[in-house]
């Protein structure tokens, strides 16, 4: 089975700078990656994806890359606003639509 | 645009007693999916289902059981409710395409004494 690890639990950046947040991965199966934002009291939302036959995309101020050699992918937030303070989730899907989450990192943007 | 509804949002029942909570999504999506987030940890699935009368365990599934009679309905039901089993429950919903987005109801808050 597929296994997505969020290794660092927090990530504070001040506003207007770069956030990255970072995933890995254990499993090198043909599949799906997503990055999910989640406030408290409230479901998660989705910000964006990538297929694992790609390197990069790119969706506004996110940024998603894919380092198949590494099993890493990463999450860019370029600027960073106070509004993006959340909770992130990346998660692993496969075509047969399983879907896993990692634990998730609190960004945290000061003003 | 009604979305994915869950229900009850919040429910405090005891130890040993059979739990239902509801999921009802209004896109005729293929996928369905409970997840349950305890404190500190991420969202760990329990159940899924691919289609009406699908349905496949996930990681935590142990104490659960779900059905899924028509595409729209995707209840899971604690049979003997025990003080573990307080988490925070998402329901899900998915098109059937491959990598499809995911979209989450807001939460059903179950807490067991």
């Known amino acids: 089975d597929q296994q997505v690890k969020q290794n660092s639990p927090s990530l504070s950046v001040q506003e207007g700078r770069i956030s990255i947040l970072n995933c890995d991965y254990t499993n090198s199966m043909f599949d799906y990656f997503l990055w999910y934002k989640k406030y408290p009291a409230e479901g998660p939302t989705f910000l964006i994806s990538?297929?694992?036959?790609?390197d990069k995309n790119e969706d506004g101020r996110f940024t998603v890359f894919l380092n198949k050699s590494a099993k890493h992918l990463s999450l860019h937030i370029v600027p960073s606003q106070p509004g993006d303070s959340a909770v992130y989730f990346c998660a692993h899907r496969t075509n047969a639509g399983k879907s896993t989450f990692g634990d998730g990192t609190t960004l945290t943007v000061k003003p | 645009d009604a979305g994915i509804t869950q229900s009850p949002r919040y429910k405090i029942t005891e130890t040993g007693r059979q739990v239902t909570l509801m999921c009802h999504q209004t896109w005729s999506h293929s996928y369905m999916f409970w997840y349950r987030q305890d404190l500190g940890h991420g969202l760990r699935l329990i159940y899924y289902s691919a289609a009406a009368d699908i349905t496949d365990k996930g990681e935590v599934p142990d104490g659960y059981v779900v059905s899924r009679s028509k595409t729209e309905n995707f209840p899971l039901t604690l049979e003997s409710a025990t003080r573990s089993q307080t988490s925070v429950y998402f329901c899900?919903?998915?098109?059937?395409?491959?990598?499809?987005?995911?979209?989450f109801g807001e939460g059903s808050w179950l807490t067991v004494v």
């Open positions: 899900a919903s998915s098109p059937g395409n491959p990598g499809g987005t995911i979209y």
């Open positions: 990538i297929s694992s036959i790609k």
